[in-house]
Each structure stands twice: as C-alpha cells, then as structure tokens.
C-alpha cells in the first residue's frame, strides 16, 4: 500500500522524475523544454539537498516515490544557502542567461539564477515555503493530503507558524486542491503569472 515516509539519496531520480512530469501548468513539461532537467534543479533537488528533514515522499509500496513534498522552514536562510551552496553545482550545466530569455528554458534559467525571487515582503509572515507534485495515476486519491499533512506536522513541531507556495495561476485544479486544504490567497503587487498562497501549520484536524 501507498504510504508517506521520509525521502532519502536513492529517491532523487524518482523525484527528478516527477517534478519534470508534472512541472508545465501541473502536466508533463518535457514536449515543451529543450532539457526540462531545469526544473528539478530549481524547484526539487535543492530542497532534498539543503533541507532534507523536510523532505517526503509518496512511497508506491515498492519502494518507489511517486509523489513527493519538500519545503524549506526559513525562505531567507534556504535563498542564502541556494545561492552559496546549490547554485555553484547545477549553474554549469544551466548557465544564466545572456540577455532576455529568448526559450522556454532560458526563461526558467533565469529562476533558478535568482533564488532572491522567493524573498517577497508580503509574505514574511509566512516564513517557511513548500513544492508538492504527485504523479497523475496518484492524484485524487487523498495522496497530496497526506503529503501535505506531513510536512505541516513537521513544520509545527519545528515552531514554524505558517507557510507559503507559489502556484501558476492557470493549473485550476491545483488551486482547488489548495483551497479544499486550507490554503488563502495573499495579495502581492504584480504577481506574473502566479498566486501566492498560505496558511498556518497548525488546524491539521482540517485535513
């Protein structure tokens, strides 16, 4: 049976794996991104790297993640440590971009290069920030509920308050997923493309 367990170093492919299956607007980014390894460098891997305590996986049963949850407890100190300890391995085989992203994938390049995005003010009250991404055969199952719960309780017992996501505002069952779990929208000034979202760790009972 299906069950939520710590990550560990050999689910890293699987979780590569994942995050590139579901990383354009919630669907399968690779018909779409020359190398859409870009987006686990940006959005997966650094937090089983830098943050791994707060780093869990759907377990298949097998053995196998086929869902995953990371999160960072700090978003200030984790964009200290992205840029000092994270960027220097994967900015060789993702370089910045020369000038205006002219790709798709020199636009996410661009993200991965200034991690000092994630430091928005009208969400300091919400210090920690999470990813989530199950595969779409574990989806609708209660999976990304349980997930989540998980890193809440663990954020909670870490005396972490409250916590944020960035979602592209166009994945609308993502948004209603957010929604049935609690989450609110937090106003920023000219967001892009995404929404911002947040909720306390506390009011499991709720999920």
């Given at each position: 049976?299906t069950?939520?367990r710590?990550y560990?170093?050999?689910?890293r492919?699987?979780?590569?794996d994942i995050?590139v299956?579901?990383?354009?607007v919630?669907?399968?980014?690779?018909?779409?991104?020359?190398?859409?390894?870009?987006?686990?460098?940006?959005?997966?891997?650094p937090y089983?790297?830098?943050?791994?305590?707060?780093?869990?996986?759907?377990?298949?049963?097998?053995?196998?993640a086929?869902?995953y949850v990371?999160?960072?407890?700090?978003?200030?100190r984790f964009v200290t440590?992205?840029?000092t300890?994270w960027?220097?391995?994967a900015?060789?085989r993702y370089p910045?971009?020369?000038g205006p992203?002219?790709?798709?994938?020199?636009?996410i390049?661009?993200?991965?290069h200034?991690?000092e995005r994630m430091l928005v003010p009208?969400v300091?009250?919400y210090p920690?920030?999470?990813?989530?991404d199950l595969?779409p055969?574990?989806?609708g199952?209660?999976?990304g509920?349980a997930?989540?719960?998980?890193l809440?309780?663990a954020l909670g017992d870490?005396g972490v308050?409250?916590?944020h996501?960035?979602?592209v505002?166009?994945?609308?069952p993502?948004?209603?997923?957010?929604?049935?779990l609690g989450?609110?929208e937090?106003?920023v000034?000219?967001?892009?493309?995404?929404?911002?979202?947040?909720r306390?760790t506390?009011a499991l009972?709720?999920l």
């Amino acid at each position: 049976m299906t069950h939520v367990r710590r990550y560990h170093p050999g689910d890293r492919a699987a979780v590569e794996d994942i995050c590139v299956r579901t990383a354009h607007v919630g669907g399968d980014s690779r018909p779409h991104y020359r190398d859409p390894g870009i987006f686990p460098a940006t959005f997966a891997i650094p937090y089983v790297v830098l943050e791994p305590e707060l780093a869990f996986v759907l377990d298949d049963g097998d053995g196998r993640a086929v869902g995953y949850v990371v999160g960072a407890a700090d978003t200030a100190r984790f964009v200290t440590a992205f840029r000092t300890q994270w960027l220097p391995t994967a900015a060789g085989r993702y370089p910045l971009p020369d000038g205006p992203p002219r790709t798709p994938d020199e636009e996410i390049a661009g993200l991965l290069h200034h991690p000092e995005r994630m430091l928005v003010p009208e969400v300091a009250a919400y210090p920690a920030h999470l990813h989530i991404d199950l595969l779409p055969d574990r989806q609708g199952r209660g999976n990304g509920r349980a997930l989540m719960r998980t890193l809440l309780r663990a954020l909670g017992d870490r005396g972490v308050p409250a916590v944020h996501l960035s979602m592209v505002t166009a994945n609308e069952p993502a948004r209603a997923f957010y929604d049935r779990l609690g989450f609110h929208e937090i106003a920023v000034p000219d967001p892009g493309p995404v929404t911002y979202l947040g909720r306390t760790t506390g009011a499991l009972d709720v999920l």
